[in-house]
């Protein structure tokens, strides 16, 4: 079973730039999240989609910040304009509330933001 | 007060010895409690699941769950260098599948 993916694995933007994230979750998962990680935190979590609705946007800079899983399956994360603070790995989970281990999030390999 | 809680460590022990790894939590309505293991650039990968107070045990791995005390560890008997990571704690509540993280722990394992 193919896991979570993640694209770009890397990015370094300078600040005011925007800059677009790509997740496509494991197959068959309705629940997709886009976590933030700082350097030294645990991630923290942006934004919760279950299928293509929003379930928690409630930590996601919406001034800033945008995303969308437009037909239940991938989902993007958009940032505009960036800032220096922004600066972290970009973490996309997915999970089911089925199967052997229900509601396990599952991480890809993240997304690393440098904002100069 | 944070509403997950470890120490950032590092917890360093020697190869064998067994490392215990704790957690607190604020919320009483915490309903699932997970442990990932996050190496250096890399991604939280799944170690346990508890979900009822006790012991929970998988292979080398045992977690402890006390909903009265709100804490929850992990003990890593016959410790590897090979589990020197940051051990990161993860609560969600009834009827919510947000995880909540903690900062993590790092554990170093000296052969």
């Known amino acids: 079973e193919a896991g979570v993916a993640q694209s770009p694995r890397y990015k370094i933007i300078e600040k005011r730039q925007s800059v677009a994230f790509w997740c496509n979750p494991i197959?068959?998962?309705?629940?997709l999240y886009w976590y933030q990680q700082i350097l030294g935190q645990g991630p923290k979590l942006l934004i919760q989609?279950?299928?293509?609705?929003?379930?928690?946007d409630s930590q996601l800079p919406k001034d800033r910040f945008s995303a969308e899983r437009l037909k239940g399956v991938d989902s993007t994360l958009k940032i505009q304009p960036a800032k220096l603070e922004d600066s972290a790995v970009y973490l996309c989970a997915s999970s089911s509330p089925g199967g052997r281990t229900p509601n396990t999030q599952y991480f890809g390999p993240g997304t690393r933001l440098t904002v100069l | 007060q944070k509403e997950v809680e470890q120490n950032s460590g590092p917890l360093s022990v020697p190869e064998g010895a067994i490392a215990s790894l704790n957690c607190t939590y604020s919320?009483?309505?915490?309903?699932?409690f997970f442990w990932y293991r996050q190496y250096s650039g890399k991604s939280p990968e799944l170690i346990m699941s508890i979900y009822s107070n006790g012991d929970k045990e998988d292979g080398r791995f045992t977690a402890q769950l006390n909903k009265a005390s709100q804490y929850v560890s992990l003990l890593i008997r016959d410790s590897q260098p090979s589990d020197s990571a940051t051990y990161l704690c993860?609560?969600?509540?009834?009827?919510?599948?947000?995880?909540?993280f903690g900062t993590g722990t790092r554990l170093l394992v000296s052969p």
């Open positions: 197959s068959g998962h309705a629940t």
């Open positions: 993860a609560v969600n509540r009834a009827g919510f599948q947000k995880l909540v």
């Open positions: 919320d009483r309505v915490s309903q699932s």
């Open positions: 989609f279950q299928n293509n609705g929003v379930v928690d």
